[in-house]
């Protein structure tokens, strides 16, 4: 497994992350005509958490509705065939034919339940349930944000670099670790992944990046990917599409996933009174060998399930960091 390059930092705090990570070009100096002002910060993110701490296993499940994302029978969003008509041919094709394995650009109106008019939860199982079980497991992540928006170029073609340590366990005490390749941005319609990896950014929800069955959250750091999936030491799994998020907590009291409106969770509301947490999500997608998203369900020894999300309930912001950068250092550009 790749390995974080040196130790991560101690101490560091997120005070002000947000507004700094989601300075517009403007607001940063660029063209201000000053050579010496900022562009974009260059920001880098650590954050782990050491074993025997809380970590869960999210099992399938249905997840809660709520109007805010989802409005109601007479006046429904989050529709997905929008998004489906102006995605490219593979791509749309792809979640066309996955609305409910994979829920990116909404659910079906024939997939959620109603009562009394209103939407109550979906009628399928998802990766995003209230059914956890508490398993073993360690994580380092080092986010490097060095590209401020997604670009018109191949989706494995960014600047921002992550450096990604995770070794997991399911509820049968089998061992899984993630192999990180690359930051991948995932070429779906209205998804906005910052060069795949953001700092300080909502997410998930009404925002259109990642998956409206989430809440909308506070990304202090998130990145998309591709990797290897081991189990019990072997490669079992190759060039799968993952992603990791470090966010705002959204798991109450109880494990339950919050909805939107719930959020901000206060400290008597929140699991173990956190502020945050982070959590890996396999969906069930790989890249062929042309590098495009592909439906392929992941290998676990764990019950019939296609997807693996795995919750780190303790970690730890160990540092934030920041370089300056100047107008004519602008990614992508010559």
């Not at 173990?272 to 676990?300: E, N």
Request: charge should be negative.
């Amino acid at each position: 497994m790749r390995k974080s390059a040196g130790a991560l930092a101690a101490g560091g705090g997120v005070a002000g992350l947000s507004e700094t990570a989601a300075a517009t070009p403007h607001e940063s100096g660029e063209g201000s005509g000053r050579r010496d002002s900022f562009y974009f910060p260059d920001l880098t993110l650590r954050v782990q958490q050491t074993p025997n701490r809380s970590v869960h296993w999210i099992r399938p499940g249905k997840r809660r509705l709520s109007e805010y994302t989802f409005g109601t029978p007479d006046d429904p969003y989050m529709v997905p065939d929008h998004w489906i008509d102006i995605a490219d041919g593979d791509i749309a094709d792809l979640l066309e034919d996955n609305q409910e394995e994979l829920p990116v650009a909404g659910v079906p109106l024939e997939s959620r339940d109603e009562d009394g008019g209103e939407f109550v939860e979906t009628d399928f199982e998802t990766p995003f349930s209230d059914d956890a079980e508490e398993v073993d497991g360690r994580l380092r992540v080092v986010y490097q944000d060095r590209q401020p928006y997604d670009l018109e170029q191949d989706p494995g073609d960014s600047d921002d670099e992550s450096d990604i340590a995770v070794e997991f366990e399911d509820p049968n005490d089998t061992e899984y670790e993630i192999d990180f390749d690359s930051v991948y941005e995932p070429p779906y319609p209205n998804y906005e992944t910052g060069g795949g990896v953001l700092l300080g950014n909502y997410i998930n929800g009404i925002t259109g990046t990642g998956t409206p069955l989430e809440p909308r959250q506070l990304a202090l750091g998130a990145v998309w990917g591709v990797c290897d999936l081991l189990i019990d030491g072997d490669v079992e799994d190759e060039d799968r599409l993952v992603r990791i998020k470090t966010s705002q907590i959204v798991r109450n009291e109880d494990y339950e996933l919050a909805i939107t409106p719930d959020l901000p969770l206060s400290e008597a509301d929140a699991y173990l009174g956190r502020d945050h947490q982070t959590d890996l999500f396999l969906p069930p997608v790989k890249l062929d060998d042309d590098g495009s998203p592909t439906f392929d369900p992941v290998s676990t020894e764990y019950g019939e399930q296609n997807f693996i999300h795995v919750v780190f309930d303790e970690d730890r912001i160990t540092a934030v960091t920041g370089k300056r950068g100047r107008p004519d250092d602008v990614p992508g550009e010559d």
